[in-house]
């Protein structure tokens, strides 16, 4: 159960939907301006494909812009989902509640601070080895 209140959940909510229309948006804006052999879209075929759409059709598309906003866009919805679960606001590791600042800061955080320095120590040994 999320240790937020109601009034800071709907607040949460409203921001990532928000974020996640802009990053929807975002990437349509990115796609329509490649070649047709690229994208074969139109941005009115676009504008009508859901999150899941996106994603799908820029998995093959090699461009760093466009993968950092489909992982953008992927974290939001991943937020969105744990809002709908009940889950939102708790670490996906030690299940305790995430900081309030930290989530005002970023509301796709997924781990709590201690859990987030102890992760990113792990990744960033596993690219010394």
Known sequence: ??????????????GLLIRLNLQRLNIIDLL??????????TEKELALFSCEDLILI????????LKDKIKSLKKIDAALSNLH????????????EIELERLKEDATQQR???CAEK?????FKQYLL
């Open 112 to 114: 709590c601070q201690h």
């Open 1 to 14: 159960m999320s240790p937020l209140n109601e009034s800071q959940l709907a607040t949460f909510k409203h």
């Open 119 to 123: 992760y990113n120590k792990q990744h």
């Open 32 to 41: 329509i301006t490649l070649p047709s052999s690229d994208c074969t879209k």
């Open 58 to 65: 820029s998995k093959d598309i090699d461009l760093k812009a």
């Open 85 to 96: 679960l009940g889950m939102f606001g708790l670490c996906s590791d030690c299940e305790e």
